[in-house]
């Protein structure tokens, strides 16, 4: 059982940037970062591999949104950058224990989820 816990959400002004963390109780093969806005479905954000360099993005957050790791804290980081009123969602990182080559972007491929950090951004 992978436990996740998220923080570092806020409230941040369009154009500004945050730091969202997600500390994991142990390391899978994936982790990957997921938003949920009120009455959407929950989508992809980005995705990366405990080892390697290896990273996935939503054409939506590409050259705004930077994810990292830092192995020796189980922690994997997304740097939002220039962020948008329309990337306010509640962020929840998640754990894909399955060993394949392609990041999923399916929010049923991963196994674990942590409670989420809200990310508003203000106009």
């Known amino acids: 059982q992978v436990q996740l816990v998220e923080s570092g959400g806020g409230l941040v002004q369009a154009g500004g940037s945050l730091r969202v963390s997600c500390v994991a109780s142990?390391?899978?093969?994936?982790m990957g970062w997921f938003r949920q806005a009120p009455g959407k479905e929950r989508e992809f954000v980005s995705a990366?591999?405990?080892?390697?360099?290896?990273?996935n993005y939503a054409d939506s957050v590409k050259g705004r949104f930077t994810i990292s790791r830092d192995n020796a804290k189980n922690t994997v980081y997304l740097q939002m950058n220039s962020l948008k009123p329309e990337d306010t969602a509640r962020y929840y990182c998640?754990?894909?224990?399955?060993?394949?080559?392609?990041?999923?972007?399916?929010?049923?491929?991963?196994?674990?989820w942590g409670h989420g950090t809200q990310v508003t951004v203000s106009s």
């Open positions: 990366i591999r405990w080892s390697g360099s290896d990273t």
């Open positions: 142990e390391r899978s093969f994936t």
């Open positions: 998640a754990a894909d224990t399955r060993l394949t080559t392609i990041f999923s972007t399916r929010p049923d491929d991963y196994d674990y």
